[in-house]
């Protein structure tokens, strides 16, 4: 199956359009922002301050990339662990988020989050940092340089692929996938 | 002493300039089985989408060789397996100084990440230079220093799990805690994922015995025969669980489980299951 090109930011209709299973090739601008970060933007938020980029249909990449080599625009840059900013992704899509990239389980309430925002989660391949930076064309660090790797950036996506893990309609990859190939013990 | 025992000098400058190199290779060269495994696994793998999470670990390890760069930006906790010979002499300083001054140059000359906070529950303020490493030292007979380090990445470490068991759960007990760990861990491993796992000791060397045992080659069996039928059961029973590479469903969820055993407490049964993701770093170097 080709994947399918979408382009940030995301629209409602793009969101309600992707399904569970469907693999995407993301171009466009994608923030990069994991634990640190998250923490920073939630206390942004319920102080009522501005953000340092724009939350509306916004992308985040759950990644802090090894240092970039003179010459690279970025250095190996796959995803980590969602699960560990699930209590901060609701607040994020209530103030607009449309779509997170990382790899892992979320919670039953970043799930309801997605169904009511609507957003989209999608898996990238963890453990092929090197692979997936070569699909990262921009890269500027616009806030919290002082955090190293969970500074937030503006990256710039070419055809990034991924796979949607978790639709705004309730379907779960990683949960259909396990389904089908688990085998009964005795 | 009746007898004087020759001992070789050793300077500690060399230690660090081992570990320095052992940091870098780690992360841009992975081990040539686990390389072969994930070919292997692309084989093997029923599932499309498996396969071709595979045919992409793959390719992802030879851009990382070639152009070393890290082969997941998680460059890891610098974790160290050392086995000093009781005749080696160090001289120059300090032999942990040395590793953490290694670990440092490598972290700094290979633009790896620097993953390390310091007070955890706190600040969780970043070392700046990967250290401190952690270091298991063995004194073993001999005049060599064997030093393997292994590159532990975040994600999978905490998908571990510690079980102290009664000893009335016997095997399937053991069973039980490896299936169930790898079960809720799903996706969030990086799957495929290799299983060191650790039984008997006391709750501190369980897990070391876990970690070390994440060191044998895929594809062999241990020694034992006992404990090699044991592996084979735990391999089987993981990969029925259809979790797949990435946690997207698929036969091939598990490379290898490899099992150190040792003799327990009496009232005690302690299993310690270390999560290692497909990305199995560690390099060996004998000084």
Redesign the interface.
């Known amino acids: 199956m080709a994947a399918r090109k979408i382009v940030t930011p995301l629209t409602d209709d793009v969101v309600r359009s992707l399904h569970a299973g469907d693999e995407v090739a993301i171009s466009g601008v994608v923030y990069q922002a994991r634990d640190?970060a998250h923490k920073r933007l939630v206390a942004l938020l319920e102080a009522g301050e501005p953000l340092p980029f724009e939350l509306q249909g916004a992308v985040v990449y759950y990644?802090?990339?090894?240092?970039?080599?003179p010459g690279?625009v970025i250095?190996?840059?796959?995803p980590?662990?969602s699960?560990r900013m699930d209590a901060y992704a609701p607040t994020l899509m209530s103030h607009g988020l449309k779509g997170m990239i990382g790899?892992?389980?979320r919670t039953p309430e970043v799930k309801l989050a997605m169904a009511a925002a609507p957003a989209v989660y999608f898996?990238a391949?963890?453990?092929?940092?090197?692979?997936l930076?070569?699909r990262i064309v921009g890269n500027e660090v616009i806030a919290y340089p002082e955090?190293?790797?969970e500074a937030i950036a503006r990256l710039t996506f070419d055809d990034f692929p991924a796979?949607v893990v978790n639709d705004c309609h309730g379907a779960d990859?990683?949960e259909?996938?396990?389904?089908?190939?688990?085998?009964q013990?005795r | 002493m009746s007898e004087a025992h020759p001992s070789r000098e050793l300077d500690v400058a060399d230690v660090t300039a081992a570990v320095r190199e052992l940091c870098m290779t780690a992360n841009f060269d992975l081990p040539a089985d686990v390389y072969g495994a994930l070919r292997a696994g692309a084989q093997a793998e029923?599932?499309p989408?498996g396969k071709a999470?595979f045919e992409?670990?793959v390719?992802?390890?030879d851009?990382?060789r070639d152009?070393r760069?890290?082969?997941?930006?998680?460059?890891g906790f610098a974790v160290f397996f050392v086995n000093l010979g009781q005749d080696v002499h160090l001289v120059g300083g300090s032999f942990d100084d040395a590793v953490n001054e290694g670990v440092r140059r490598g972290y700094a000359d290979g633009?790896?990440?620097?993953?390390i906070v310091a007070q955890p529950a706190h600040a969780?303020a970043?070392t700046?230079d990967n250290t401190p490493a952690i270091v298991h030292t063995t004194i073993v007979p001999g005049d060599e220093v064997e030093i393997t380090m292994m590159a532990k990445?975040?994600?999978a470490e905490?998908m571990s799990s510690l079980a102290m068991l009664k000893p009335s759960q016997g095997w399937p007990g053991v069973v039980a805690a490896v299936v169930d760990t790898v079960s809720r861990a799903?996706?969030?491993p990086?799957p495929p994922i290799v299983l060191g796992v650790g039984i008997g000791g006391t709750i501190d060397m369980v897990t070391v015995l876990a970690k070390k045992a994440l060191l044998r080659e895929i594809g062999s069996s241990h020694p034992d025969e006992r404990i090699a039928g044991m592996e084979v059961e735990l391999l089987d029973?993981v990969n029925?669980?259809?979790?797949?590479p990435?946690?997207?469903?698929?036969?091939q969820t598990c490379l290898a489980v490899f099992i150190e055993e040792m003799p327990s407490h009496i009232a005690s049964m302690p299993v310690a299951v270390n999560v290692q993701?497909?990305?199995q770093r560690h390099k060996r170097i004998v000084l």
Do not use: F, W
């Open positions: 640190a990644m802090g990339p090894s240092p970039t080599k690279a250095g190996s840059a796959g980590t662990t699960g790899k892992g389980l898996a391949t963890g453990g092929a940092g090197a692979l930076a070569r955090l190293g790797p796979i990859l990683y259909e996938g396990r389904k089908t190939y688990a085998r013990e | 029923e599932s989408a999470i992409q670990l390719e992802n390890a851009i990382a152009g760069v890290p082969i997941c930006q998680d460059t633009y790896l990440r620097k993953s969780r970043n700046t990445g975040g994600g905490n799903g996706s969030n990086c029973r029925a669980l259809g979790i797949g990435q946690g997207l469903g698929g036969t993701c497909h990305a």
